[in-house]
């Protein structure tokens, strides 16, 4: 089937190019005559753009005979002028939507060639590539993959991916577009490979790259998983053998480009393990390809790349990474990352120097911390000699290296390459590599020194290293300043020399083949030489020190002065930045607080208003059962004066215990006003946002009107209290009266009785006097007072309590006043059993009417 599409495809091709078939012996000069011809044909028939618009409304039609040829014509078109018939149906009213209608066509003819009519319409055509988007492209090519079988499926499935990635390929739009509308889910079932060994067809491996082009061009992370299993697979189940070791290059790359700059899927990456026995990180497997000379080029590229996207802005990976070459975690038993980077630094085969030396200088980049750490690494190099750094170990093969002119150009440049990487920006390397006083007579041997071409670029990079070591210098070794490097450069080599020297790295055409992409694509291992990243690092530096080789000793100093100068400027901007922020946190969290006390306030004020009425329901039956008393008391007979003053004695006990909770309650605010102004002082100077001022002030000014109301309230419990005791006075004024009936000595008990509460009663009233003058000095220093967040909740719990006291000493009064109506009860009852003569309530109603009546009642009694 696949080989009659493509004939048709073909022969469909060859009609409408050509109006003459040509002869089987047709050369191939002739054969591009026809070619041409048919161009020349395409270019008459678009001339006028009403040909292309006739032949999209005949695509309407739904007869075979006449859109089927259509579909195969307007192909043809595309594909000789494509770029003006483009502009044409771009123009053209539903053009586009016309074209999406054939992938929907049930008869599979005109679909597949409705694929192929699509591919050479979307191409490089941003525009089209959109609207063929949001026509649902994606959503049908998917659907048609599903069917087809996905991987397993045949040349359709292909086209659909060709179609996919022509819609996806450089267009962020339609990338963005199809991450959000969830089509990378339905991509999971592409790479579920079934455990059938009997191996993979052309066509599904075709499908395969095809698939992991199209996750690549999406940026699809979320399909890690089901890549790494792909991978797996193709390892696992085929070994390398025939088309299916492309497929595994092809799935390390996609691996590559999902992980990069992605630290979820690094950090799932540096957990998996590979498929061997014992199980190992597949980094570590991956390591072990790329330092072994037997594995394909191919594949060595993939996997340095592949490591490379695993350290890309990932510092905790390269902390693991150098942590396998520290003294503490080296573990006999296991290979580790680390040390298949050290047996590839310093192994006889020169891809695997510069692999291994541009990894590790990946471990490093921008990553102060461990360009320190790697300082630790110790190396023994023979039996019996004491081990030496990896540092020095560097700079020494790389001195050996360097005596044998013409070889290993590879290797010398992949170590120079790690060694400025690693002492970049990094001072403490920089004194380790000049402490070694071979290193920079070598250097400037190597760059003063008239080689070829080749060596022209190991020259550069000397240059590079030698100039890294005097502007990072920080002048802790007198042998090796800045200023004496400098004068040894202009002595030994020239300045203008060391300059064009460190100039012809970024001459040089594989640098410019680097600086292109990230992935490492070279045609042969020989050309291999420069790392993409170390191109970014030399494009950096090449101004910076050339500037620093031609400034001379004052320039020098007056630069440090100006970066001291900025430092203290920086670290002085950063202090405010931070007290600004604290402030920042501090007026946000005063206006939550100010916004909780607003809605606190508001419920206070309703509960106010329900208690202000209770009070005014206490009041109404307060002033009642005062009419009441008022009443009663002129009833009062000789024998009521014990009980009278049993009753008084009672109410001065009752007075004293509420004197004493009046004292409690003006202590426990003495306390509470002292808390509080030691919150009012420390908000005080917190408090320095004018709009919260202003906001607190309000709050405080409802407050104050809270405040009044509570004091109006206790005025009126005051006046209470002194009617009160007003009417204790008319009781006592009442027993006076009593006649002669009752004993001298009786009388005489009585009257010193009298006397001695009187005094204490006077007693009684000059302490809550004085309690009311403290209490009213404590109200004035409370109305004096800031207000404030922490204010306003403590006087809100006080204004609370005091409502509370109020309720409280009306029902004592309520209590007091029933009390008494029962004690003159009482009294009535036990005059009434001596004999006397008591009027009942009514009665006594009935004579109230009168003056008279009232006076002989009083007489009676």
């Not at 001459?507 to 993409?532: C, G, I, N, T, W």
């Not at 690092?537 to 007056?558: C, D, Y």
Request: with cysteine.
């Amino acid at each position: 089937r696949r080989d009659a599409v493509r004939a048709l495809k073909a022969l469909c091709f060859r009609l409408t190019r050509v109006t003459i078939k040509p002869e089987e012996e047709q050369d191939e000069t002739a054969q591009k005559q026809s070619d041409d011809l048919g161009a020349q044909f395409t270019d008459q028939f678009v001339q006028d753009p009403e040909h292309v618009t006739l032949l999209l409304s005949l695509l309407e039609e739904f007869d075979f005979h006449v859109r089927w040829p259509g579909v195969k014509l307007l192909t043809t078109l595309l594909k000789n002028q494509g770029v003006q018939v483009q502009g044409i149906i771009l123009v053209s009213p539903m053009g586009v939507s016309r074209l999406m209608d054939l992938l929907a066509d049930s008869r599979e003819v005109i679909r597949n060639d409705g694929l192929l009519l699509l591919q050479q319409l979307t191409k490089s055509n941003a525009a089209i590539q959109k609207i063929v988007a949001f026509e649902n492209a994606f959503e049908r090519l998917l659907d048609i993959i599903t069917e087809e079988g996905s991987s397993d499926g045949g040349i359709v499935v292909e086209d659909c991916l060709l179609l996919l990635l022509n819609l996806l390929k450089n267009n962020s739009s339609n990338q963005n577009f199809f991450k959000e509308g969830s089509y990378i889910q339905r991509m999971k079932p592409w790479f579920e490979i079934g455990d059938d060994n009997s191996g993979w067809s052309a066509q599904k491996v075709t499908n395969l790259h095809l698939m992991l082009q199209v996750t690549q061009k999406s940026h699809a992370e979320v399909l890690l998983s089901s890549i790494y299993k792909l991978s797996i697979a193709s390892f696992e189940t085929h070994c390398f053998q025939g088309c299916d070791r492309d497929t595994f290059f092809q799935t390390i790359n996609t691996v590559s480009e999902v992980i990069r700059g992605s630290q979820v899927n690094q950090d799932y990456f540096a957990s998996v393990n590979a498929p061997s026995n014992p199980p190992r990180p597949a980094i570590v497997v991956l390591l072990m390809s790329m330092v072994n000379e037997r594995q394909p080029f191919v594949l060595r590229c993939a996997v340095l790349y592949c490591f490379q996207c695993f350290l890309y802005k990932n510092q905790k990976g390269q902390g693991e990474i150098v942590a396998t070459l520290l003294p503490s975690t080296i573990d006999a038993n296991s290979i580790s990352a680390g040390q298949l980077l050290c047996g590839g630094l310093f192994s006889v085969d020169s891809l695997s120097n510069w692999c291994a030396a541009v990894a590790l200088a990946h471990s490093l980049q921008d990553n102060l911390t461990q360009k320190e750490q790697l300082l630790r690494v110790q190396l023994a190099t023979s039996l019996g000699k004491p081990p030496v750094s990896l540092l020095q170990q560097c700079t020494n093969i790389l001195s050996q290296v360097g005596h044998l002119r013409g070889s290993k150009v590879q290797t010398r440049v992949g170590l120079l390459m790690l060694l400025c990487t690693w002492i970049n920006n990094c001072p403490i390397a920089v004194t380790h590599f000049l402490h070694n006083q071979e290193n920079v007579p070598f250097l400037t041997a190597q760059i003063s020194e008239n080689l070829g071409e080749d060596e022209r670029l190991v020259q550069g990079l000397c240059a590079l290293l030698l100039g890294i070591c005097i502007y990072y210098n920080d002048n802790s070794l007198e042998n090796n300043t800045k200023e004496k490097l400098k004068q040894l450069i202009e002595k030994r080599i020239g300045k203008e020399n060391f300059v064009e020297k460190l100039g012809f790295i970024t001459k040089h055409e594989l640098y410019s083949r680097a600086a292109q992409k990230p992935q490492p694509v070279f045609p042969s291992p020989e050309q291999m030489l420069f790392d993409h990243e170390f191109t970014k690092l030399v494009k950096e530096l090449e101004g910076v020190i050339t500037k620093a080789v031609h400034k001379s000793n004052e320039e020098e100093k007056k630069e440090e002065e100006v970066k001291k100068t900025l430092e203290q400027h920086d670290n002085i901007v950063t202090q405010y930045k931070e007290l600004i922020r604290e402030q920042d946190a501090q007026i946000q969290e005063l206006k939550e607080q100010v916004v909780s006390t607003s809605s606190q306030n508001e419920q206070m004020q309703t509960t106010v208003t329900q208690q202000l009425s209770q009070i005014q329901q206490h009041k109404d039956q307060y002033n009642i059962l005062k009419l009441k008393l008022g009443k009663e008391s002129q009833l009062n007979s000789q024998g009521e004066g014990s009980q009278v003053n049993g009753l008084q004695t009672e109410e001065l006990t009752q007075l004293r215990e509420e004197v004493e909770e009046l004292r409690k309650q003006h202590s426990l605010l003495q306390t509470q006003l002292g808390d509080k102004d030691t919150l009012i002082t420390s908000l005080k100077v917190q408090q320095e946002d004018q709009t919260t001022q202003n906001l607190l002030l309000c709050l405080m000014q409802e407050l104050e009107g809270l405040r009044s109301r509570v004091q109006s309230q206790l005025a009126e419990i005051n006046q209470m209290k002194t009617e009160r005791q007003e009417l204790l006075r008319r009781s006592s004024d009442a027993v006076s009266s009593i006649d002669g009936s009752i004993d001298g000595a009786k009388m005489a008990e009585v009257e010193s009785r009298l006397a001695a509460q009187t005094t204490e009663t006077e007693r009684l009233k000059e302490e809550a006097k004085s309690l009311s003058a403290s209490r009213a000095e404590l109200d004035q220093q409370l109305a004096s007072a800031t207000s404030t967040v922490a204010i306003l909740q403590t006087e809100k719990a006080k204004l609370q309590t005091e409502v509370q006291d109020s309720k409280k000493e009306q029902d004592d009064l309520l209590m007091l006043l029933a009390d008494q109506d029962q004690k003159i009860h009482s009294l009535k009852q036990k005059l009434k059993d001596l004999g006397e003569t008591v009027d009942d309530e009514d009665d006594l109603d009935g004579r109230d009417q009168t003056d008279d009546d009232y006076e002989e009642d009083e007489d009676e009694d």
